[in-house]
T-cell receptor, first 117, second 115 residues
Framework: ETGVTQTPRHLVMGMTNKKSLKCEQH?????MYWYKQSAKKPLELMFV???????ENNSVPSRFSPECPNSSHLFLHLHTLQPEDSALYLC????????????????FGPGTRLTVL | AQKVTQAQTEISVVEKEDVTLDCVYE???????LFWYKQPPSGELVFLIR??????QNEISGRYSWNFQKSTSSFNFTITASQVVDSAVYFC????????????FGGGTRVLVKP
C-alpha cells in the first residue's frame, strides 16, 4: 500500500449503529487529519493529531470520537449519528515542523462515503 | 481567522480552451502558505502546488500555471489547453504556518471540460 488508505470506502448505517472509519498513512508523516465534505458546505476540518496528540477539535459533536493509536493510524468512531452526518469523510496526513507548525502539503486518502439512514 | 473565497462555483469550457480559476484569501499573518488541490470524480484530493507568502514568483508546471499577487491577496490558477481529464473540482486553501497546521479551504470550483 502507498499513500493514504481509508476503509471502508462506502458505509451505510442506521442512527443507532456504531461503526468506525479507519485511515492508514504509509508516508512516515507525523500529523493526521479528519475532514468532512458534504454537498452544501466546503471542506470542514474536524480533528488534527500532531505527534499522536489531538491538537484540534473543530467543535465536532461528541457522536464523532477520534482515536490515534500511533502516527500511522487514525480512526473515527461513530455512534448515534444523524442523517445530516451523511457526507464524504476524508483522512489526510502531512509532515509538520516542531511545535506543530505547518509547511508541507497534506496528502489525502480516497475518503469514506457515509450514508446515515 | 483565515478565509478563502473561490467566487466561481462552476466553469464549463470546450477542450483546448484555457480556463482560469480565481482564489482570494484573507489573513492577518505575515507568514502563510497557499495551496491548490484537485478533486476528480473518484473523490481523492490531489495536491497540485504550495506557495509561501514570501515568494511571489509565478510558477508553471506543464499546462498548469499559478499567479500569486499579495497586493490583491489572490492566488489564481490557469489550465492552458484544457483536456477532458482536467474535469474536476479544484480547491484553493491557506494555512497559517507558524500558528499551526490547519488548512482553510475555499468552496471549490467545478471545472467541466467538454470534448
Amino acid at each position: 500500500e502507498t499513500g493514504v488508505t481509508q476503509t471502508p470506502r462506502h458505509l451505510v448505517m442506521g442512527m443507532t449503529n456504531k461503526k468506525s472509519l479507519k485511515c492508514e498513512q504509509h508516508l512516515g508523516h507525523n500529523a493526521m487529519y479528519w475532514y468532512k465534505q458534504s454537498a452544501k458546505k466546503p471542506l470542514e476540518l474536524m480533528f488534527v493529531y500532531n505527534f499522536k496528540e489531538q491538537t484540534e477539535n473543530n467543535s465536532v459533536p461528541s457522536r464523532f470520537s477520534p482515536e490515534c493509536p500511533n502516527s500511522s493510524h487514525l480512526f473515527l468512531h461513530l455512534h448515534t449519528l444523524q442523517p445530516e452526518d451523511s457526507a464524504l469523510y476524508l483522512c489526510a496526513s502531512s509532515q509538520v515542523l516542531a511545535g506543530g507548525r505547518g509547511y508541507n502539503e497534506q496528502f489525502f486518502g480516497p475518503g469514506t462515503r457515509l450514508t446515515v439512514l | 481567522a483565515q478565509k478563502v473565497t473561490q467566487a466561481q462555483t462552476e466553469i464549463s469550457v470546450v477542450e483546448k480552451e484555457d480556463v482560469t480559476l480565481d482564489c482570494v484569501y484573507e489573513t492577518r499573518d505575515t507568514t502563510y502558505y497557499l495551496f491548490w488541490y484537485k478533486q476528480p470524480p473518484s473523490g481523492e484530493l490531489v495536491f497540485l502546488i504550495r506557495r509561501n507568502s514570501f515568494d511571489e514568483q509565478n510558477e508553471i508546471s506543464g499546462r498548469y500555471s499559478w499567479n500569486f499577487q499579495k497586493s490583491t491577496s489572490s492566488f489564481n490558477f490557469t489550465i492552458t489547453a484544457s483536456q477532458v481529464v482536467d474535469s474536476a473540482v479544484y480547491f484553493c486553501a491557506s494555512e497559517r504556518g507558524a500558528a499551526g497546521n490547519k488548512l482553510t479551504f475555499g468552496g471549490g470550483t467545478r471545472v467541466l471540460v467538454k470534448p
